[in-house]
């Protein structure tokens, strides 16, 4: 995910301040990591050398002092590209479960073993996901994030059930390597 994007798509609306953008991205964007309040003026600062984003002036809103900021014409060009830019699919799969599966394979541990505490980590965290999307009030964009995650993980899931029926053709293959 393209933090410089989100931020401009979020200054689409108008000018902000840091600590307004980043706790509208944290709501907009539920089930991502929260940006670090760092990330998100390193950010600004970037956007503003870039000419995408401009100072508009300070707002004390009865508080500190904060910085205003703004797309400029230039960052609402550039953010019209890159989201009307297809996301190409990734040319190689870098899967963290298959290399620990391979890998306690060459160390002799149990792959299987893991297969099944991997299995049961992702069933608990799509409880989790459905209790998310199921609670009364729901934002949309809540329920389409957890519905994406839901979905990744299911397949992850039927990958795991597949690896595990595969799992001694696997490891007589890893072996002869």
């Known amino acids: 995910m393209s933090t410089r994007h989100i931020l401009l ?6 000018p902000s301040h840091g600590y307004d953008l980043k706790r509208r991205h944290d709501e907009r964007f ?5 940006l670090a309040y760092g990330q998100v003026y390193t950010t600004l600062q970037r956007l503003v050398r870039d000419g995408l984003a401009q100072v508009d002036g300070t707002d004390s809103d009865g508080g500190p002092e904060r910085t205003m900021y703004r797309a400029t014409d230039e960052g609402t060009h550039e953010l ?8 190409p699919p990734a040319p190689f799969v870098a899967n963290e479960i298959f290399a620990k599966v391979v890998v306690a394979i060459l160390a002799g541990g149990d792959p299987a073993g893991y297969l099944s505490a991997q299995r049961a980590a992702h069933m608990e965290r799509m409880r989790e996901l459905t209790a ?7 934002d949309l964009a809540t329920v389409l994030s957890a519905d994406y995650a839901l979905n990744h993980l299911d397949a992850d899931l039927r990958w795991m059930n597949t690896t595990a029926a595969r799992l001694t053709t696997l490891t007589a293959e890893v072996d002869a390597a």
């Open 9 to 14: 798509g979020l200054l689409a609306t108008g």
């Open 30 to 34: 539920p089930q991502a990591r929260p």
């Open 80 to 87: 019209a590209r890159w989201a009307g830019e297809i996301a």
């Open 132 to 138: 998310v999307k199921a609670a009364q009030g729901a």
